[in-house]
Structure formats: C-alpha cells, structure tokens
C-alpha cells in the first residue's frame, strides 16, 4: 500500500529530474535517447508516477553529466 510519504518523495524526485532536464534544455525525448529509456518513461518518473531503480537513476544521471545526490538533494 502506498503511504501519501511515498507519494510525495516520488513527486518531488520527478519534479527534481525535471528542473534539471529542462536547465540543460533537454526534451524528455532527448534525454531518453541519451540514457537509452524510453520517453514515456521518463515522462511517468517525472510525474512521480514511477518509482526508478538505482540502475536508471545512474544512467540519467551519467546521461545529465549529474552526480546521483543532486537528484536527492532536499527531497
């Protein structure tokens, strides 16, 4: 059962993918292509509907040239 805790964390993480996605003017399109995901993917990520594994926090964050605490940072 999700908790509204859950929820929230997912919807804060993807709000956090988003701002950094869009600061380096990258579609979601790009970026998927980037990290070799697919779009709808990163679109449910970034609207917190999808709760990512490490792996894909790695490769999005390899692909954004991020470090990985930067997408957790005041979460």
């Known amino acids: 059962m999700k908790s509204e805790l859950y929820d929230a964390a997912l919807k804060k993480f993807g709000q956090k993918l988003r701002d950094i996605r869009k600061g380096k003017k990258l579609s979601q399109e790009e970026l998927a292509h980037l990290c070799q ?3 709808t993917y990163i ?3 970034e609207r917190g509907e999808r709760n990512i594994s ?3 926090i790695l ?3 390899k692909s954004l040239d991020i ?3 930067m997408l957790f940072e005041n979460l």
């Open 37 to 39: 995901l697919d779009r």
């Open 43 to 45: 679109g449910g990520v």
């Open 54 to 56: 490490l792996v894909n």
């Open 59 to 61: 490769r999005i964050c």
């Open 67 to 69: 470090s990985p605490s």
